[in-house]
């Protein structure tokens, strides 16, 4: 599937949520049109996308609606409860862009295309603080993930630079719009190197102050730069 240029994927759109490609997702379902989305896409073989919900309209984002760039994944129900509600786990594939608007009710289907990093050769030549984010992630699953064969299993399944990256920024980044930048930076080593800026000091949690900076710098509309730029 993921050859395909374009696929149709199912979307629950949820707030301050931004879900990574390499980590697992587990999801509380008590609306009806939730679950049905849930087992149409088990029955069917489709994937569902988590996105990072607009909570506040724009010039170009409607409210309530979801971000283009978000994460597909195949559900797995883990449990149904006796009032309807269902536990499920989102197991992610890889990153998309939804496309096209296919349906709205009873849940949203869209077209959608698979975005892939772009390669470069000093994401594999180069550390860029890599060393020092898998440090933190260690840190944070031993005083986060109490049973201690959970917590190696957790760690023995981060195996390269892009699940370390994503690791850290689903579980350790708390900002919801700085996730969505990492999310929709197709390079490795910029990722790196935000996530090393961030945390600056070694700590769990990210600086304040630089995460507001980059969402500043980011906010710049690109058409306006020459004229800015120019004053």
Not at 67 to 90: F, M, Y
Not at 137 to 143: C, D, F, T, Y
Not at 182 to 189: C, G, R
Request: aromatic share 6%; charged share 25%; with cysteine.
């Amino acid at each position: 599937m993921v050859n395909d240029s374009f696929l149709t994927v199912a979307v629950l759109p949820i707030p301050n949520m931004v879900f990574f490609p390499n980590t697992d997702l587990p999801l509380y379902m008590a609306d009806p049109r939730h679950i049905q989305m849930v087992q149409d896409c088990i029955a069917s073989g489709r994937l569902m996308a988590v996105s990072l919900m607009d909570i506040t309209s724009g010039h170009t984002r409607l409210r309530n609606s979801p971000r283009a760039i978000c994460t597909v994944g195949e559900p797995v129900v883990l449990s149904e409860n006796e009032d309807g509600s269902i536990k499920v786990l989102l197991r992610s594939h890889f990153r998309v862009k939804l496309l096209t608007l296919k349906q709205s009710l009873p849940y949203m289907l869209y077209t959608a295309e698979h975005i892939p990093d772009q390669r470069c050769e000093s994401d594999f030549n180069q550390d860029f603080g890599l060393g020092k984010l898998h440090g933190l992630l260690k840190r944070w699953a031993k005083e986060n993930i109490d049973d201690s064969t959970e917590r190696e299993n957790f760690l023995n399944s981060i195996t390269n630079a892009k699940e370390i990256v994503d690791a850290v920024s689903m579980y350790m980044v708390v900002d919801s719009e700085i996730r969505q930048l990492l999310l929709e930076n197709v390079h490795l080593s910029e990722r790196v190197q935000m996530l090393a800026t961030l945390f600056t000091n070694s700590f769990q949690s990210e600086d304040i102050h630089i995460a507001e900076a980059l969402k500043r710098f980011e906010s710049i509309d690109k058409e306006e730069l020459p004229r800015k730029v120019a004053h």
